[in-house]
């Protein structure tokens, strides 16, 4: 989970035409919801690279950052249900493209059974900055990141658990692209190794950066952070 930037992406207009005390969700498509579908990709995506059609590398799933190489699934952030949010079905600040899976992340999170939720104890990625909350550890895991007050321990705790963060397939995709990540770096460590401090940070850093826009980033960036 990342921290993404709505301000840099327009909602499309078309949104507004559609008002929920007289349309569903189900009255919804056509071309704007191929606007939609494109605004978020460009929000979620790598600004300038990523088509409209969200066929370019870059695109990751709001919430478990595994790529979505297809439509992927767009996501009410609060339920849209007349139980819960309705008058949320088309505002543009509670939609995100997530990526389809039912193990984990948005159809995970709403799914029929699921144990109940308080959105307001949920981080919001185009809010909050997940990274204050959430620590991924090198073996795949994601935890509370130590050390935080009670309030968003409970959020990192909910977050984890309402969007199921801890499945078994993603914690063994988040180690295999840290795997993958450290051995293609396996050949510099010797010569790294030598470098003073200062030039050490600095590759990090540029390292960091080269990688912000694959899957599973925050893992990479986290076990980089830690060689500092």
């Not at 709001?62 to 007349?82: L, P």
């Not at 935890?143 to 078994?168: C, H, M, S, W, Y």
Request: glycine share 6%; aromatic share 10%; with cysteine.
């Amino acid at each position: 989970m990342h921290k993404l930037n709505r301000g840099n992406t327009e909602a499309p207009q078309c949104l507004s035409d559609y008002d929920h005390n007289t349309q569903t969700w189900d009255d919804f498509g056509g071309e704007c919801k191929k606007r939609l579908r494109a605004a978020l990709a460009q929000m979620q995506g790598i600004p300038g690279v990523t088509t409209e059609d969200a066929s370019e590398y870059g695109v990751r799933c709001a919430y478990c950052e595994d790529a979505i190489h297809h439509a992927g699934h767009i996501e009410h952030f609060r339920r849209k249900n007349r139980n819960h949010f309705p008058e949320l079905t088309f505002e543009w600040n509670n939609l995100f493209l997530a990526c389809g899976s039912n193990d984990h992340c948005g159809h995970y999170k709403d799914r029929r059974g699921a144990d109940a939720y308080n959105p307001d104890n949920l981080i919001k990625p185009d809010v909050e900055d997940p990274e204050d909350y959430l620590y991924f550890h090198s073996s795949g895991e994601v935890r509370p990141r130590v050390g935080i007050d009670a309030n968003k321990e409970l959020k990192a705790n909910e977050t984890i658990r309402v969007f199921g963060l801890k499945d078994q397939t993603l914690t063994s995709s988040r180690a295999r692209a840290l795997k993958t990540y450290k051995e293609k770096m396996l050949d510099e460590l010797d010569e790294i190794a030598n470098w003073e401090p200062e030039l050490i940070a600095e590759y990090i850093q540029q390292e960091i950066e080269n990688t912000q826009w694959q899957a599973f980033s925050t893992t990479i960036k986290h076990f980089l952070a830690g060689a500092c």
